[in-house]
Nanobody, 121 residues
Framework: QVQLVESGGGLVQAGGSLRLSCAASGRTFSSMGWFRQAPGKEREFVAGSRWSGKTTVYADAVKGQFTISRDNAKNTVSLQMNNLKPEDTALYYC????????????????WGQGTQVTVSS
């Protein structure tokens, strides 16, 4: 059974850092990524990585601020978030797919339950 479990969310002051982790079980995924959804907004792409970890893509809003990384031995993907801003406040979801790689929700078949990130000003 495929399962994605996120961890690492929390409350942080603006300018602080958090590291999100997602542990996958059940399959080895070709691509893994992160999305976020703020209240009243649609879920949006944040970052994605192919299996090798050498191919990554970021949303323009987080380039230079967030870093995605994979540990295939542990079947995990992490998101290092630095210099956090109040507008980064959202529920962050881990996503994975066996074949596809992209920047839309349609590119991922498997989803975690989400971890809340709240950035205070």
């Amino acid at each position: 059974q495929v399962q994605l479990v996120e961890s690492g969310g929390g409350l942080v002051q603006a300018g602080g850092s958090l590291r999100l982790s997602c542990a996958a079980s059940g399959r080895t995924f070709s691509s893994m990524g992160w999305f976020r959804q703020a209240p009243g907004k649609e879920r949006e792409f944040v970052a994605g990585s192919r299996w090798s970890g050498k191919t990554t893509v970021y949303a323009d809003a987080v380039k230079g601020q967030f870093t995605i990384s994979r540990d295939n031995a542990k079947n995990t993907v992490s998101l290092q978030m630095n210099n956090l801003k109040p507008e980064d406040t959202a529920l962050y979801y881990c996503a994975a797919d066996l074949v596809r790689f992209g920047t839309t929700t349609l590119s991922y078949d498997y989803w975690g339950q989400g971890t809340q990130v709240t950035v205070s000003s």
